[in-house]
């Protein structure tokens, strides 16, 4: 599902995920919130956390006490130079909805963007995966962008959600 609320800047994508026995693995254990957890990058060997790992986990630990966050162990952390924000590929418990997730990392790029210089404004990158209780699937969500069009999207699922009802 592609989301055409957005700028040809901006992309945010929503597919069933094949493969989910890593992520079913999570569900099943006794683990609730979000498990940060490594991946396979371009040209990397081993699996890689993205530069943003540490500093939002955290964060969330700090803003967020009563939020269970893990962060699975990697081979490596990934090293970017820019003023994106690349998060983590991330696994949602049943407890924590993906709109939820969704203003926990718009209030987290907030607060570092108090430290920007003006008119600097970085691209997020991040990945969630979820369960979609409804079709009973797997999903990964996708998105590139600015904080404006994380916020549309925020909208867009609540309205979605709003038109479910």
Known sequence: MNMDIFDNKDSCEVVIV????EFRNFL??????ILITPEKYQGCEGLVLKPDAG???KWLR???????????????RLVLKSSDFWLPLVFLAQDVAL?????????Y????MKGALRGEKGRI??????????????????????VDGLQKTIKQFDLNKFMDK
């Open 18 to 21: 094949d493969d989910d026995k």
């Open 28 to 33: 099943n254990s006794s683990l609730s919130g």
């Open 55 to 57: 500093d939002f986990s």
């Open 62 to 76: 700090k803003n967020k006490p009563e939020l269970n966050v893990e962060v699975r162990k990697a081979d490596k």
């Open 99 to 107: 709109p939820f997730y969704l203003n926990l990392v718009t209030n």
């Open 109 to 112: 790029v907030y607060d570092r």
């Open 125 to 146: 990158h991040l990945e969630a995966m979820y369960e979609d209780k409804q079709e009973g699937v797997v999903k990964k969500f996708h998105f590139e962008g600015d």
